[in-house]
């Protein structure tokens, strides 16, 4: 290694830690704010590690009486519910969006890629009436159906890209040993693609927990509220009281951020692959 | 066959998506509001009534926020862009802990947005609030301000959270466009000896131009119909110069019950995506033959 490039990658590592300090940031202030007592948090200046740490916004988010734990409950049952619909049609569907030749196929991606881009706002009071007239306001149904769709564009579209790659090869041999359609889908083709299948999960699984719109508008009743919508409403009522906010905060993201430490890999091939190649 | 698979997913978008859509349009030539809710017989039809009303009032609302959507969606993806540009250069660079650099910065895309939105309420908040202290520690200000209650302000600070949860995207999109560039490229053109700046202007935007048009099409169409992030920090306000499209039309909706009106809105906001979503489709059947 040259000298000149020895002396370009420090640089590099150095911008590097600069740039990372810089956008961790924010998160590193979520965590030492709700470490921090209320008479640290609006001292000026204000630590940027507390003298005084305390574990209490936690305790007092644990808590049996707060709504963060139900929040989180609820989520949960929302954000599986709504990624087990996403992954049961969109596999079927990028399978045959991939492997067969029919005339309405174009047609059927354009649909699928469109419905990607659409905004919530624009389904959110014909859902709203619909799910009034058949009874699904507040119940877990009404997020987990309309939270579904945000994850079933996305999925079709990653896996259909892990369909393309598995070579046609397969499915002849598969078809010439006497393997009908399905078989060869469940035994081989299904297999091959479960890397794409966790991608298409873990997708769904964090738009669903994400979102708010949906969650706000469906659930009124606070004991059936996910977590994003908890948390909004706790704000409004506890303006400034930021340690439990912030101590809130991070129980609800924790699920997308342990996702994260695991599944790294796997979220970065999904959101390039789903964007670029579609 | 191949059809008889994606029926289900088909049909499920189209009873949550399609139908509703269609419904919508509907609506938005009624006059569904909080008293015709409930009594189908007093609904009819008023053609084109909400349209007009949204745009021509007075002091329309909606036009207002056409503008900060657009205020909105300009400053966020450019300076996504041009920073997410800047860290794909450098971390398709090979350097020691690079990958883990990468890896974590990309977390703030995946957080809840209600999340990020609170935090960052909090961070630019008058009083406790951290922006507030640095800026006054390398005194860009005298005192703090209230970033939030004034309405330029509010706009920049609704931007800059925006442009912290959009980087990752970029950065990814544009390195997995700059992966592509073979190495020997480069090598060619420091044998011409072209400069470093020769050689991106020259060689590395126009071959990665493909992923650029991807980054800033769906960019585009994420940033105009943000809803959470905006509405969590400042609901709109204040004033309404903070507010979008959607807030504007969620607010119809929901807090005044004009649903018709609301429907209205979202449908502006639908023609706008529509007119971007076209381009982009047409630029992704140029690259590559989906079929």
Redesign the interface.
């Known amino acids: 290694m040259g000298k000149k490039e020895k002396r370009s990658r420090i640089i590099a590592f150095a911008l590097g830690m600069i740039i990372f300090v810089i956008l961790i940031f924010p998160l590193y202030w979520m965590v030492v704010t709700a470490l921090k007592t209320q008479v640290e948090i609006f001292q000026i200046p204000t630590p940027l590690w507390p003298a005084d740490l305390t574990l209490d916004a936690f305790k007092a988010q644990i808590s049996a009486s707060s709504d963060t734990l139900r929040g989180f409950k609820n989520s949960a049952i929302i954000a599986v519910g709504a990624t087990a619909i996403s992954t049961l049609l969109s596999i079927p569907a990028a399978y045959g969006l991939a492997r067969f030749r029919f005339g309405m196929k174009k047609a059927l991606i354009l649909f699928f890629l469109i419905t990607q881009m659409l905004p919530s706002t624009l389904v959110l009071t014909s859902l709203y009436i619909m799910f009034s007239k058949v009874k699904l306001l507040n119940t877990y149904w009404a997020p987990i159906l309309a939270d579904a769709t945000l994850g079933i564009p996305f999925s079709i579209i990653i896996l259909r890209t892990y369909f393309l790659s598995i070579p046609k090869e397969l499915d002849e041999a598969a078809n010439i040993d006497g393997c009908g359609y399905w078989k060869s889908f469940f035994l081989i083709m299904l297999p091959i693609a479960k890397p794409g299948v966790i991608v298409a999960a873990v997708f769904s699984f964090v738009y669903a927990w994400g979102d708010l719109i949906y969650g706000i508008t469906f659930i009124t009743d606070p004991t059936k509220r996910p977590i994003t919508s908890s948390i909004y409403n706790y704000v409004q009522q506890y303006q400034t009281l930021w340690n439990s906010t912030m101590a809130f905060g991070i129980i609800a993201i924790s699920p997308v951020v342990l996702i994260f430490i695991f599944m790294q890999k796997y979220i970065v091939s999904g959101l390039t692959n789903g964007a670029v190649k579609a | ?10 049909i ?2 189209l009873v ?2 399609g ?3 269609i ?2 349009i509907i ?1 938005s030539f009624k006059n569904v509001d909080v008293y015709t809710f409930a009594q189908p017989a007093n609904q009819k039809f008023v053609g084109l009534q909400n349209y007009i009303e949204l745009f021509v009032s007075g002091n329309s609302i909606l036009t207002k926020a056409i503008i900060n959507t657009l205020v909105f969606t300009v400053g966020s993806i450019f300076f996504q862009f041009i920073i997410g540009f800047a ?1 794909a250069l ?2 398709n ?6 990958s883990f ?1 990468r ?14 939105g ?6 630019f ?1 008058s ?2 609030g ?1 922006i507030n ?1 640095f800026l006054v ?1 390398l005194h860009i200000l005298d005192k703090p301000m209230d970033w939030l209650l004034q309405p330029k302000s509010a706009m920049v600070a609704i931007i800059v959270a925006n442009i ?1 949860i959009g ?1 990752p ?1 970029n950065m ?2 544009l390195i ?2 700059l992966t592509t560039i073979p190495s020997d490229v480069y090598e060619s053109c420091n044998l011409d000896g072209a400069n470093k700046v020769q050689t991106l202007f020259w060689v590395t935007i126009p071959m990665i131009k ?2 650029i048009m ?1 980054v800033l099409t ?1 960019g585009f ?1 994420y940033t ?2 943000v ?2 992030l905006v ?2 920090m400042t609901k709109g306000g204040p004033i309404n110069s903070t507010e979008l499209v ?1 807030t504007y ?2 607010r119809l ?2 807090e005044e019950f004009q ?1 018709s009106k ?2 209205a809105a ?2 502006v ?2 023609l706008i ?1 529509l007119v971007v ?1 076209i381009f ?2 047409k630029l ?1 059947n140029e690259e ?1 033959e ?2």
């Open positions: 066959m191949g059809f008889l698979f994606a029926l289900p997913a088909a499920y978008m949550f998506i139908y509703p859509m419904q919508n609506l860290l450098l971390f660079k090979k350097f020691p802990g690079c650099f890896g974590v910065t990309m977390i703030s895309w995946l957080l809840p947005v209600t999340v990020a609170l935090l960052f309420k909090f961070m908040a009083s406790g951290i202290q520690a912290w980087i995207f990814m999109l997995t466009g493909p992923a991807s769906l169409v105009f119909k809803f959470d509405w969590v959607s039309a969620y909706s929901f649903f609301g429907a979202a449908n906001l639908f995506l979503g982009y489709i992704i590559e989906i079929m």
